[in-house]
């Protein structure tokens, strides 16, 4: 018998070490070098002067009020996101394909257009904004504006990331925990949240990163106060960058700690991500 000759199976991409060396050019000059230009700026400070720079209670109060407000929108994403993916998924209504291209819209909108819309909403002369303001409740130039800007730009993460995962549950899941007498929290808690838990966290992650060093749609509705702690990271940045002695090495230096905390949460969303993958057999 003569050994069956094994073709050479062609591929559409070019040979690996062509596809490899494109690969590594364009991480390096997209990701790599841009973050190394960040280090190199950052270590012309020595240890006292970062401690210093970090320690400014304007910079101290930048972070909290970026973390606390993304860590609040991711949250109400994941709720309001949650509900909106299992209407997209679950019921069929006039508008559905509509409501499911919106989902996008924060993505394609520049986010400076976002902000100043959000901001016109919302202030006291906005037609949302005055409804509240005769209840004395102040939504623009607060924290409170800044996560809703925060949940404008983040909600699409946890909806797409939810979508696909509804998509493939079937519903006969729900219908036979139902058949044996579980309650609907029961039927929610037990059968679709085991389900849609990693790509929660994933969507969960996702906009939090996101809001954390949110700047376009943000930078207007906060009113950018010091005095009311209404000034997110990605302002104080830009302010040292734009001030008459432009700040390369302050700016740098904050904008490491903000590259540390994302890196840090994503990879502590990554790694529970996978617990619950592995506990799921997802």
Known sequence: MKRAQIKKRKSIIPGFGLSMGITVAMLSLLILIPLASVLAYSFRLSGAEFAELMMRPNVVQAFVTSIGCALAAAVLN???????????????????????????????????????????????????????????????????????????????????AIQPVLEKLPATYEEAAGMLGASRLTIFWKVIFPEIRPALLTGFGLALARGIGEYG???????????????????????????????????????????????????????IQHIASRRTNV
Request: charged content about 15%.
């Open 78 to 160: 994941c709720i309001f996101g949650t509900i909106l993916a299992w209407v997209l998924v679950r019921y069929e209504f006039p508008g559905k394909r509509l409501m499911d291209g919106m989902i996008e819209l924060p993505f394609a909108l520049p986010t400076a257009v976002a902000g100043i819309t959000l901001t016109k909403m919302y202030s006291d002369t906005g037609a949302i904004g005055r409804a509240f303001e005769k209840l004395g409740i102040e939504i623009a130039y607060t924290r409170t504006g800044i996560i809703i800007a925060m949940v404008f730009i983040g909600i699409p993460f946890v909806v797409r």
């Open 217 to 271: 749609s943000v930078i207007y509705i906060s009113g950018n106060s010091e005095k009311n702690g209404t000034q997110v990271v990605s302002y104080v940045i830009m302010q040292k960058l734009n001030s008459g002695n432009v700040d390369y090495e302050g700016a740098a230096a904050i904008a490491l700690v903000l590259l540390i905390l994302s890196f840090v949460m994503l990879f502590a969303i990554n790694f």
